[in-house]
């Protein structure tokens, strides 16, 4: 079984996870609102992914015999003033997981719990794909501030973040969905 201090925190992660995922939406919905349908269609599917995450996690901690809590998560923002807002708040984001992630690795090291240890090193892996993606989105939209269509072009042309299943990834709780 997992350490109690790493499964108090997983916990916490899993609100964090979800919180990130209706970020995604209402960002997703912004962009749809504006007729910028690329960046929409971006943003939902980085929130199915990032609820697929909370998702591992709990599956994680059912597997390993601890309890997985399912906490309730603020509302995300849903007003943004121009293009740029959006992808500044969704990299500033993903850093902001970035450092929760490596917290928990570095908790589960701290506390001898290897098998966790080990559980979140896709994790740190995923979180050096998720900045480096929204940076370079973030670069993009900022060039394309006074037209976002660029933007639309950009994504309809490199796809960021299509590089297909990982079979390397955790287990998602309920099946791969």
Known sequence: MPAQPFVDRLNEQIANEFAA???????????????LPRLAAFFYAQSLEERNHALMMVRYLLDAGAQAAVPGVIAPQ??????????????????????????????????????????MQWFIKEQVEEVATMSDLLRVVQRARENPLLAEEYLAREAPGEAGSDPTA?????GAV
């Open 170 to 174: 955790p287990p998602v709780a309920g």
């Open 78 to 119: 849903t007003t943004f003033g121009d293009p740029v807002a959006p992808v500044t708040l969704a990299l500033e984001q993903e850093r902001r997981v970035t450092e929760q992630i490596n917290g928990l690795a570095a908790l589960a090291r701290e506390s001898g719990d290897y098998t966790s240890e080990q559980f």
């Open 21 to 35: 995922s209706q970020q995604y939406v209402a960002i997703a919905a912004h962009y749809d609102a504006d007729t």
